[in-house]
């Protein structure tokens, strides 16, 4: 639990107001002893006991077949017999290939292996004289592969309760709408732009917030923290909002805001889970935010009624709150990069020896803000344009996202009109797509324990195609379900059955969403995070504006 506190944000900052006194790592503490392979490279600058890497320059975009690899299960070449009982192996880091990759897949088993033996890891010399940081031993604790089941999980958790209090904050306006109309003498359609436009805000987000979290120097954690506090803070002044462009302008702020969470959280999630164990992991945090915005109208229904159209605002500010405060407790940092980062500089401090470096140092120093740009804005709409098959998953997606979105218009259409349901009852309605969130991830979760996860360990890793599979025999429940719902939503039939076309249709969308998710970083993995955050763009985009065309359609 120390060490979590020690790395969270408020971790952070006891640690900067005390000097780094207080919450200590383990090279500022007296009794650290740097690891011989440390001592031994440190001193190659006499006697050069350590072979030097070729190249100085950043690392090259990975790919699955890398020049490091050829060090696995090697000795460094040593000349002195204090240097041969010094020697350590160097192992393969998962920073060394591309993500989503059969390289990747390769080194997690080998790691497995390793980390159960506990192997030193020795330091690589760079052809320039730097000695590149790693991990020190093949479990060292530092590595958020090597956590605990229960700390990751923890973690997990926590981005899951942060994706789900955005998430939930878009649709929890939706029981308001009938008030805003009659305060500020606005239209239906005009009234629902709040929520519109905080869809589309937490779209365009990703685009900017991705490319960020990526920076060695910044992490995950800077991110979250600053965006995610200032959505809670802005939350206030929009329950507070006194006209209607104010509570444009600010709900679109709150979502802009909250965006983090869907543009960093799966990066989050492989950060800390292997090839094989991250789609588990990815199906809760995608369920989160998938039943996020189904359940935001059951928070505030019964409510909003009672105490007035703002009380929905107000609730946004009491599901966040809490969670801002257990993430600024307790989420540690979990970008690779970041932590090898500075664990370099805490030990160029301990030696006083500028050639102790991390690799993320020196790829950070060649970083061309052009190119980032280049990579996160122009390149996904390149090849969303040249591949006819990312181009499809990105409409098709945004289609299914659009619908589900247009639901928020249209049951206040159905259920109140034929049924005669209050606000509140209608938000329970929205429970349906709970229940099918459930129904998928079961479905799902079954998938991968019984076929998929024992045919990559056998077979390794098909065509991306082949993970579309489960795809293509749900993709018919959307249409099913959309049928079933418009085809007895009718006073004269229960109100039941067109809940079950609803409940088909989310079940079937929820495994949709689950494949496709893997296939796009599976067809580029270079550019994996910007194509999940042009395909969020593009979700969003239309989403927004399904919002406003669904109630007049």
Same mark, same amino acid.
């Given at each position: 639990?120390?060490?979590?506190?020690?790395?969270?944000?408020?971790?952070?900052?006891?640690?900067?107001?005390?000097?780094?006194?207080?919450?200590?790592?383990?090279?500022?503490?007296?009794?650290?002893?740097?690891?011989?392979?440390?001592?031994?490279?440190?001193?190659?600058?006499?006697?050069?006991?350590?072979?030097?890497?070729?190249?100085?320059?950043?690392?090259?975009?990975?790919?699955?077949?890398?020049?490091?690899?050829?060090?696995?299960?090697?000795?460094?070449?040593?000349?002195?017999?204090?240097?041969?009982?010094?020697?350590?192996?160097?192992?393969?880091?998962?920073?060394?290939?591309?993500?989503?990759?059969?390289?990747?897949?390769?080194?997690?088993?080998?790691?497995?292996?390793?980390?159960?033996?506990?192997?030193?890891?020795?330091?690589?010399?760079?052809?320039?004289?730097?000695?590149?940081?790693?991990?020190?031993?093949?479990?060292?604790?530092?590595?958020?592969?090597? *956590?605990?089941? /229960?700390?990751?999980?923890?973690? $997990? &958790?926590?981005?899951? %309760?942060?994706? =789900? !209090? @955005?998430?939930?904050?878009?649709?929890?306006?939706?029981?308001?709408?009938?008030?805003?109309?009659?305060?500020?003498?606005?239209?239906?359609?005009?009234?629902?732009?709040?929520?519109?436009?905080?869809?589309?805000?937490?779209?365009?987000?990703?685009?900017?917030?991705?490319?960020?979290?990526?920076?060695?120097?910044?992490?995950?954690?800077?991110?979250?923290?600053?965006?995610?506090?200032?959505?809670?803070?802005?939350?206030?002044?929009?329950?507070?909002?006194?006209?209607?462009?104010?509570?444009?302008?600010?709900?679109?702020?709150?979502?802009?805001?909250?965006?983090?969470?869907?543009?960093?959280?799966?990066?989050?999630?492989?950060?800390?889970?292997?090839?094989?164990?991250?789609?588990?992991?990815?199906?809760? *945090?995608?369920? /989160?935010?998938?039943?996020?915005? $189904? &359940?935001?109208?059951? %928070?505030?229904? =019964? !409510? @909003?009624?009672?105490?007035?159209?703002?009380?929905?605002?107000?609730?946004?500010?009491?599901?966040?709150?809490?969670?801002?405060?257990?993430?600024?407790?307790?989420?540690?940092?979990?970008?690779?990069?970041?932590?090898?980062?500075?664990?370099?500089?805490?030990?160029?401090?301990?030696?006083?020896?500028?050639?102790?470096?991390?690799?993320?140092?020196?790829?950070?120093?060649?970083?061309?803000?052009?190119?980032?740009?280049?990579?996160?804005?122009?390149?996904?709409?390149?090849?969303?344009?040249?591949?006819?098959?990312?181009?499809?998953?990105?409409?098709?997606?945004?289609?299914?996202?659009?619908?589900?979105?247009?639901?928020?218009?249209?049951?206040?259409?159905?259920?109140?009109?034929?049924?005669?349901?209050?606000?509140?009852?209608?938000?329970?309605?929205?429970?349906?797509?709970?229940?099918?969130?459930?129904?998928?991830?079961?479905?799902?979760?079954?998938?991968?324990?019984?076929?998929?996860?024992?045919?990559?360990?056998?077979?390794?890793?098909?065509?991306?195609?082949?993970?579309?599979?489960?795809?293509?025999?749900?993709?018919?429940?959307?249409?099913?379900?959309?049928?079933?719902?418009?085809?007895?939503?009718?006073?004269?039939?229960?109100?039941?059955?067109?809940?079950?076309?609803?409940?088909?249709?989310?079940?079937?969308?929820?495994?949709?969403?689950?494949?496709?998710?893997?296939?796009?970083?599976?067809?580029?993995?270079?550019?994996?995070?910007?194509?999940?955050?042009?395909?969020?763009?593009?979700?969003?985009?239309?989403?927004?504006?399904?919002?406003?065309?669904?109630?007049?359609?």
């Amino acid at each position: 639990m120390a060490d979590i506190i020690r790395d969270a944000p408020i971790g952070q900052i006891i640690r900067f107001v005390t000097g780094n006194k207080v919450l200590q790592y383990p090279e500022e503490k007296p009794d650290f002893v740097l690891p011989e392979g440390y001592n031994t490279a440190l001193n190659s600058f006499t006697t050069s006991p350590v072979k030097e890497k070729e190249e100085t320059s950043p690392s090259p975009s990975p790919s699955p077949t890398l020049e490091r690899k050829k060090t696995m299960d090697t000795v460094r070449s040593v000349d002195s017999r204090e240097d041969i009982e010094a020697a350590l192996t160097h192992i393969k880091s998962r920073e060394d290939t591309e993500a989503w990759t059969e390289s990747r897949l390769e080194i997690e088993r080998e790691l497995s292996l390793e980390r159960t033996k506990s192997m030193p890891i020795a330091p690589t010399k760079t052809a320039d004289g730097n000695i590149l940081v790693d991990w020190y031993m093949t479990d060292d604790p530092a590595n958020p592969q090597n *956590w605990s089941n /229960a700390k990751r999980g923890f973690v $997990a &958790l926590q981005i899951c %309760l942060y994706t =789900f !209090a @955005v998430y939930s904050g878009s649709a929890i306006y939706t029981s308001s709408q009938l008030e805003v109309e009659r305060v500020f003498h606005v239209g239906p359609t005009a009234a629902s732009l709040p929520l519109a436009l905080y869809v589309l805000a937490y779209g365009i987000g990703p685009l900017f917030f991705s490319p960020l979290s990526e920076i060695p120097i910044i992490g995950r954690n800077p991110i979250y923290m600053s965006t995610f506090a200032l959505f809670v803070i802005l939350s206030i002044p929009t329950a507070l909002a006194k006209s209607f462009g104010a509570l444009l302008v600010l709900r679109f702020l709150q979502g802009f805001l909250g965006s983090p969470c869907l543009a960093t959280g799966g990066a989050t999630m492989q950060d800390m889970y292997s090839l094989l164990k991250l789609p588990y992991a990815m199906t809760f *945090w995608v369920s /989160a935010a998938y039943c996020g915005p $189904a &359940l935001g109208p059951l %928070l505030s229904g =019964f !409510a @909003v009624p009672v105490k007035g159209w703002r009380w929905s605002l107000w609730e946004i500010v009491w599901i966040s709150a809490p969670v801002l405060v257990c993430m600024l407790l307790f989420t540690p940092e979990t970008s690779t990069p970041n932590i090898l980062f500075r664990r370099a500089a805490r030990l160029r401090k301990l030696t006083g020896s500028p050639q102790l470096r991390s690799q993320s140092e020196i790829d950070q120093q060649h970083l061309n803000p052009t190119a980032v740009a280049v990579d996160a804005l122009i390149k996904p709409l390149e090849i969303t344009i040249k591949d006819p098959a990312i181009a499809f998953v990105n409409i098709y997606s945004s289609i299914v996202y659009a619908i589900y979105y247009s639901f928020f218009e249209v049951f206040p259409l159905v259920y109140p009109g034929m049924y005669g349901f209050n606000i509140g009852q209608t938000g329970i309605v929205f429970t349906c797509v709970a229940v099918a969130c459930l129904l998928g991830i079961l479905s799902y979760t079954a998938y991968l324990y019984f076929y998929l996860v024992p045919d990559v360990l056998k077979n390794g890793l098909r065509a991306q195609e082949h993970r579309l599979v489960p795809a293509l025999i749900c993709v018919f429940g959307p249409v099913i379900g959309l049928f079933m719902f418009a085809w007895t939503a009718n006073p004269s039939i229960h109100w039941i059955a067109s809940v079950i076309g609803i409940t088909i249709y989310a079940a079937t969308a929820f495994v949709v969403f689950q494949c496709i998710f893997v296939y796009v970083p599976m067809s580029y993995p270079h550019y994996a995070a910007s194509l999940f955050a042009s395909n969020d763009f593009f979700r969003s985009s239309l989403a927004c504006a399904s919002i406003l065309f669904g109630r007049p359609l």
